[in-house]
């Protein structure tokens, strides 16, 4: 510890803290640019000058290092002057363009020039003008406004885990840039835009469109990932314009992802379905909320009493709210059916009896920060949680080494130690050997009933011994391993490993609330249909929750022949659909989290409470409310909640969540029918901006590279065997599905896979994610 | 893209650093690649940065922070000038502007044959020898007078024939 | 280029000799003789160092630190990778010795390298070399080639424990990587942008280790320390101001080139051995240690000795020991509008004062001497410069400020005669 004087504050920091940490401590506020908490210091604004005692010159506090005894003045007549010059270098070639500016009321330079700058510019020459950039549908450019902070190109590097923006030239000549005729493509390119101190990098789909003092600043939680991030959504007339972090360093610290970000646009698009609709003779109408509940209650009401209410299946979306899946899951229990699921892209549910607790990350979200040693299998852990990723990276840059095994080597921004690019088929047998291989290195015995032959190569020895080089070991499995045919297998094996490796196990949650939606029993009990049966033996009646199975189920095809032959089929969305309306017979209008008081549990066991921050969209409704009328016109006891609060202390209590989550399996679980297999199978990533019914319909992000017509993507080896050559139409036939695609090799994908994205209409006729497959030349 | 020469040399580059910093071979790269091919591409500096395993970006940084990289096509020879101060002293501003009259350019052209490109220079470390020139980056020429310069243009153009 | 005299460094250096460079031409100078000293004697690594310190050898890359102590702050028991780097980016204006060096005496500085390395328990160097000067990097190269293949170089040194390997790194174009941290950063493969201090290099130096780095000039110097101690070189100077020196002079003189002369050697004498002023014409002004160096008149200059005390004692720095020499028909107000000029293109960017001030300054007197100058353009000039100095993570800012203080100090009256007249008070002639 070292004590320092500021402004005549004595105060005590940590040894290794800079005079700015030491004036933030303080409350002393000095102004800066180039400084930010999260990145590398640059120092090379120079508006952080200060007065040192015993210092010739003033020192930029944001890089200098506080000794023991020092003391700083950051407004004497020194500090002062050094910062006025620095001001008026800065604003010298900076266009005075503030009306017009996307980043005014909010520009940095613009609240520091009212205190530090001059009142006219001594300054008569011709001002600079640089070019603008194309950065991609996100970020719009004035690099002219440009400061050359690097906050931008430090982002980039540090935090998104590559550099694709440099500042180029040199001198006065410098420029900040992409590579020529690149993009920024950054899954968390967005908080470029924050970070940027003036208004070079402003939010694309955002400009222009309203200044920041006229929004009202309201709190929100992400719908998408399971993280959870915590939100500002900005409103002005009851629309949403904008979100940005709200910072919460146990989540997503300062940070968003593009997701979070720019997935508003769907709220306020035409694709919001906003009336209650029937349809009657293949024509859709419009009718009122007492009609439609009317019809529904005796649709199903007529089904149950002709059938049984067992041919009543309900499906409902883990991005959808805790009260929403409570009083769901509610409603169709005491309506006497449990056919009830919310792990819609699942397919394995063997394990269901043998879990000990809820699926979840396994350890707290900061922990990923600080891990030593880890295993990611079937993940693309960038485009799954972004954040989470991001904080992997950390850990690897302070250390830690990551392994992985994977069907297809998508770049992680991570230099692995130890990588197995193997079928998905191949995923089970690969782990069974690397724990056999952590077995061997940890000297210890396997578990019986995983004992059986397996060949260890050298390289999963090497992955075993990446995992076992560290003390804060994680195996985590990723969005391909949970929906993978044999996830309780992988699950299993992977306890099988942290039992004798001392690692955690993590999986993830994909959605906003997958454990919340877990925790309130949108599980089936009792025999009830999980989200494969309920399909796979047709229902008459189905009860869809903000679900589009044709884009969100392990096997499409399959569910859409369901819905098409049931007799009912019950959609409550915030989202019109061309598939919907083929399959369904009434549409319900429920809103999206923005218009509705409610709460996620995200994938640490965090329940996060939130309120509407707009108001519902034309006659949409909150969809707590729809349930409970609904339950109402059903004569359902027990629904007599006036708030979602209500709801929500009936639901669940946070105080209890972390104790109920626990990725342990019971001793009963068996593991069988591991032989390597070699036919061959599909591979099916579900790309970031096609997870769920928002981003689907969010122009910016769909006009990203990570939004791009599915295409097959088979190895060069598997082409030759077939004959296939890059760029041929080739007909891919999953069980009764077929469907037509361009195909591209590339030796990222691994040998007898055929790489074909989900979540898109493109591929919504095929079968199950990593079902086999057969390909043909057209 | 680049000779297997080429490539040879620049992996001897690589070789001069530790294992874990190809970086540092960035500058040797960019400069043998554009020895071979003249000037800097887009498509060489991302094969250079690909070739390294740098983002494409970075090593666009380098190939623009330093003088002596030409992002642009140049002529056949690239005769660069030193007219710091010390050397316009000795006779380089004077040697410069001699040039462009025997050239018929001024700095940053090409004549029309493209045989010559002309580049004002900052101090080569050869103030002594004003005026200086420096041919294609890497041939120093000391004491160019103007009969030094008619011979050298003459040498030159016989060689780009 | 002629090398007129010879001392610590060229002694028995015979320039017209096509082959003096050669390693077999060295070791028939004597050279290696130090090393092998060393190491035959296994002498202490401190006992090294503390010889260099004896010498009061000085940088000399600009800056006239103590090489000694420099070597001394270098961790001796660190566990990891340490390196030393030699800094032969000469591109301050005037500056063209350690071409020379290289050039005709490669192996003075591998030796000397070798011995610092020695000393410091450095195994792996680099010579981070000019952009300009390819021929020179090819040379030393092949010199590497030389000493590597005599076992000088490489592992086990001349049959010791000792192991060091050395290579060259060729800069292509900025002068802002003569600044040692800027040189680390190019080194790395990324854009010369100088770090900020703290940490030092000799704690966070090179892909962040401990790093040395010295003038090419200083380490050439050790060899002769070591050979003929440190009490013969303290000799060869004056006291506080060790050895011989390079100088570079250019300008208008009629034999411009190096000469290696005892430090403290009176400037006539110096103006003398290059054969005097050009053409007979009457000394206006010289700018004693490089172009950061603040001018100063003739007649100032006439009476001091060449040497870092007597030189800053007038008000100017030794630098880098480039003298650049100016005549009578030399407008001031252009000589600095070329300085400013190079400051303005060679400044990184990095650094808001650097990055907009060098341009800024330019412009003004840019306009100055295009006959557009304001009446309180001097007094701009002063504020914008003192907004600068000291502000900025490197001294290239101060570098660019000190000519414009300088020649509007001692030269005054002549840019007010520019901007009143909107013309020259001299008839400019570059040479
Ligand atoms: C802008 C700038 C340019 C410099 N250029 C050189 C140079 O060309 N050669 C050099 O040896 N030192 C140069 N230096 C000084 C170096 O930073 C460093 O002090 C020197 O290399 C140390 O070596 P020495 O202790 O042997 O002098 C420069 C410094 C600055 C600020
Ligand atoms: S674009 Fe913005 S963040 Fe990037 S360097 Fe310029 S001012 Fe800084
Ligand atoms: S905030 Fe310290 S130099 Fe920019």
Redesign the pocket.
Known sequence: MLEIEINGQQLTVETGSTVMDAANQAGVYIPHFCYHKKLSIAANCRMCLVEVEKAPKPLPACATPVTDGMKVKTHSELAAKAQKGVMEFLLINHPLDCPICDQGGECQLQDLAVGYGGSSSRYEEEKRVVANKDLGPLISTDMTRCIHCTRCVRFGDEIAGRMELGMANRGEHSEIMPFISKTVDSELSGNMIDLCPVGALTSKPFRYSARTWELSRRKSVSPHDGLGSNLIVQVKHNKVYRVLPNENEAINECWIADRDRFSYEALNSEARLTKPMIKNGGIWKEVSWTQVLEYVAHGLLDIRKNSGASEIAGLISPHSTTEEIFLFQKLLRAFGTNNIDSRIKQSDFSADSAYQGIPWLGQSIAEFSSLNSMLLVGSNLRKEIPLLASRVRYAVKHGASVATITAKDTQQYIKFKGKALVSPANFANTLLAVLHAVAQSAGKPLPASFDTKVEVTALHQEIAKTLLSGEKQVILLGAEAQYHPQFATLLAIANAIAELSGAIVSVPALAANSVGAWAVGAVPTDAGDNAVQMFAKPKQAYVLFNVEPELDTYNPAQAVAALSSAKMVVVCSAFKSAAAEQYADVMLPITPFSETAGSYVNTEGKLQPFNGVVKPQGDARPAWKVLRVLADVLELPGFAYDSAEEVRADALDAEKILSRLNNRLGDGFAVNGLSAVDSIVRHAEVPLYNADPIVRRAPALQATKDVAVPVAVVNPALAERMGLSAGAKVQVKQANATSSFELVIDSLVADNTVSIPAGHPATSMLGGYFDHVSLERV | MLTTESLAKIDREVAKYPAAQKQSAVMGALRIAQQEKSWLSTDLIEFVANYLDIPPIAAYEVATFYNMYDLKPVGKFKITVCTNLPCALGGGVAAADYLKEKLNIGFGETTADGKFTLVEGECM?ACGDAPVLLVNNHSMCSFMSKEAIDAKLAELDKLGN | MAVFEKGVIFEGVDTADSSCWSLAAYQARGGYTALKKLIEAQTPQDEVIAEIKNSSL??????????GL?WSFMPRSFPGDKYIV???????PG?FK?RDIMWFNPHALIEGMIIAAYAMGVKRGYNYI?GEIFEVYERFETALDEARAAGLLGERILGSDFSFDLFAHHGYGA?????????LESLEGKKGQ?RFKPPFPASFGLYGKPTT???????ASVPFIIKDGASKFLEAGKPNNGGTKLFSISGHVNRPGNYEIPLGTPFATLLEMAGGMKDGKKLKAVIPG?S?APILPGDVMMDLTMDYDAISKAGSMLG?GAVIVMNEDVCMVKALERLAYFYHE?SCGQCTPCREGTGWLYRVIHRIENGLGRPDDLDLLTSVGNNMAGKTI???A??AVFPVRSFTKHFRSEFEYHIENKKCLVDHKWF
Do not use: M, V
């Open positions: 470390g | 000085r940088g000399r890359g600009g800056a006239g630190f103590p090489t420099k030699c800094n032969s980016d000469e591109g301050e500056t350690d000019h002068y802002i990587c003569g600044e040692e941290t800027a040189l100088p780095i010295n003038n090419t000039e200083s380490f490089g950061s880098s060679e490197c001294a290239l101060d570098a």
